[in-house]
């Protein structure tokens, strides 16, 4: 089964929080993927923040989006004691 998005909510940053299809659960650091033409407006808090589930994956108004798998895949932020996040992995 291909994994697809199946809610996801802001958290801070360029942080969102995603459920899979499976029921797998991630907080995904956004902020390495925002290179390039098409990424940069979300680089913009504002901007970032007006995401939406676009069939499996997360899309933003201007077409910008990234595939399922990648974020399946993507490493998971975690909360360390301070209530900070840090990259896991």
Not at 1 to 20: C, D, N, R, T
Not at 35 to 61: C, E, M, Q, V
Request: proline share 8%.
């Amino acid at each position: 089964m291909l994994p697809s998005v199946a809610k996801a909510k802001y958290v801070k940053g360029h942080l969102i929080e995603i459920q899979f299809n499976d029921g797998t659960k991630k907080v995904i650091d956004f902020e390495p993927w925002l290179t390039g033409p098409i990424f940069r407006p979300l680089k913009s808090k504002n901007y970032f923040k007006k995401f939406f589930i676009d069939g499996p994956t997360i899309a933003w108004p201007n077409g910008a989006d990234i595939a399922p798998e990648t974020l399946y895949e993507a490493a998971t932020v975690k909360k360390d004691s301070n209530s900070k996040f840090r990259r896991a992995g």
